[in-house]
């Protein structure tokens, strides 16, 4: 019985890597925007793919559920842990094209804040994809929320800093506005990883 | 026994159609802001009193939950549910109450942008309310989740070329600030109506 | 067998307890804004510090559930709610940051509006604190509720009060943007007590 059982509960595991593999492939290509010779409407387009992969992943994972009779944890854990996986995607994708459809290529270049946010990020997506496998017995997974903690920690004082160099007075109104979009959405992502290591904390205490 | 507990449990679907219809309601007069003529201080007092009624309506649910031994339903999803329903019309409520507070009536027509947005939201009130019923048997849910995921793509595209349309130097950067708030209660309207749509397919997980 | 595991149950309303009278404590330094001779940079600093504490409760808290094998209420609900009071105290601390670091300070007074938000949340705060004892037996919870509720939409109107002076062309741009930040962040901390609440209702829906 739990021999049969098994393919069906890696399959999980294994959906949750892929989110978060294609997770460090989007943050990859948002550190791009920190390049001197970057081209945005590139960024852009490539960020909608791996947004695109990742609502292919989360749909496939809906389907697994619903088709699965024992699923290796709660069934409404799982759903909102792909949700959450998700939910990083989309703020990543939505830098790209905020950064493009208001034109902040006009500027010189983005500030240096920014990048430190940007770069919070790509840590996050690499530590996330690498917890992933120790979901399957729920192993090593506490440095992994340690490291997140801080890592959302950095994030903040990385917005925060940054919010103080927008309000500098350096910048007109508007484009003030259109960077503060961009910083909200940074920031959103850098929650939303926060989200998906206190949901597998959850996890594990109902576990446990 | 089961013949005993049926009128309790139709209550409880009542509930949410009733609710549902309201925010119907509240969209409607929502819609109004696109009219030519239209008269803010009615829309915005006229608001409140439909969110008065979602109150009452919450209120009653929340009595009927502490006073019913067997519902259709985990007590707290029913709670969840109530309460995600009621966050739909505060948001709608919202956006009557800032275009009167922010004397917005003072610009000659709000953005195309921003109809478009309250057209999504009237999509995504009746979508939900034609749902309702199918809320007991938990039949013929799959079409109205798509449809409501279909629709926050649609609103969260027409919000995105809202904001590409505020920030275009069109506006001085107050009216810009105000727009914006009101955009973004719009904006969360559409996302609390997901919310909605969400909360009903975890419940549909649980009981599957 | 019951004997034995009471002191175990009353570790976790003590937690509850401290937190909440920690967040009384950071409630009441965010008043000295109001005060005509008011020191920022000491409001920052002790917020921080109060911050700490908090911070350190919420980790006992988090060892404690980890570290008992019978536990008064479900294990994520006492998780969930030990998160959601250190969530009010990361939002009073920010308002104290985000004062400092914006230099706020060389505005001869903030708006009275502001000062109105920052007394709700103290209300906020006391109410909490004083409904804590009350959680082990669920008892007198429910004028609990009622209050915050009644606080909440207090806060909710001062913080449309506030965004309406900010917006009123008495403030250049970029100090409106500074002043909307700190009004954000005032207004979560509302929220948050307000989910403190939510979170206890629900506990008390499944426990009874």
């Known amino acids: 019985m739990r021999f049969k059982l098994r393919p069906s509960e890696d399959a999980f595991y294994e959906f949750f890597s892929r989110a978060a593999q294609n997770l ?10 920190g390049l001197a010779e970057v081209d945005i409407p590139s960024v852009a387009e490539r960020l909608v793919d791996v947004e695109h992969d990742s609502d292919q992943i989360t749909h496939e994972l809906y389907n697994k559920i619903n088709s699965t009779f024992v699923t290796p944890f709660d069934r409404e854990d799982i759903y909102r842990l792909g949700s959450l ?43 996330t994809a690498a917890a992933m496998p120790g979901l399957k017995g729920m192993r090593g997974l506490k440095d992994y929320w340690v490291e997140i903690n801080r890592l959302e920690n950095a994030g903040d004082r990385a ?19 259109k960077m503060k979009e961009v910083a909200d959405e940074l920031e959103a992502a850098c929650d939303a990883f926060e ?3 206190n949901t597998i904390e959850t996890i594990s205490v109902k576990e446990s």
Chains 1, 2, 3 share one sequence.
Do not use: W
Not at 24 to 33: F, H, Q, T
Not at 93 to 103: K, M, P, R, T
Not at 161 to 173: I, K, Q, W
């Open 24 to 33: 460090v492939k989007g943050a990859e290509i948002l550190s791009e925007l």
């Open 85 to 127: 996986l998700d939910d990083c995607m989309d703020h990543i994708e939505a830098v790209g094209s905020l950064v493009y459809l208001y034109g902040l290529t006009s500027l010189p270049t983005l500030p240096r804040e920014m990048h430190d946010l940007v770069e919070v990020i790509n840590e996050q997506a690499r530590v």
């Open 159 to 177: 917005y925060r800093m940054l919010l103080v160099r927008l309000f500098s007075g350096e910048y007109d109104a508007l484009t003030v506005l």
């Open 195 to 197: 989200h998906v290591a």
